[in-house]
């Protein structure tokens, strides 16, 4: 099966602490390890949001570098879309 480079930019919640943030950061690096190839993990860190998004003005963001079948990236999607604490997230391939 053919393997494609791919980024994934997530916005993670500061309202529940740093201590959330560092296991939703964990957790989705887990998930990346376990069914792609991790090639790097680039912390932007808390930065103001240009508009609020579920009335918080603060996110966390990190920039996911990977490798992984066409698959992987709806199933990667489909759990930052249920997981608590997750603003936003997008992957786009590169």
């Known amino acids: ?5 791919y980024e994934a930019m997530m916005v993670f919640s500061m309202k529940n602490g740093d201590e959330t943030v560092a ?13 792609a190839t991790l ?6 860190g808390r930065r103001l ?3 609020p998004i579920q009335k918080e003005t603060e996110g966390y963001y990190v920039l996911y570098l990977f490798a992984a079948d066409p698959a992987f990236p709806a199933e990667f ?18």
Do not use: C, H, P
């Open 77 to 94: 999607n489909r759990v930052a879309g249920i997981t608590d604490g997750v603003l936003r997230s997008l992957v786009t391939s590169r």
């Open 1 to 5: 099966m053919a393997v494609n480079n």
């Open 39 to 44: 090639e790097g993990v680039n912390e932007w």
């Open 49 to 51: 949001l240009r508009y």
């Open 23 to 35: 296991s939703l950061k964990e957790r989705f690096q887990a998930l990346i390890e376990q069914s």
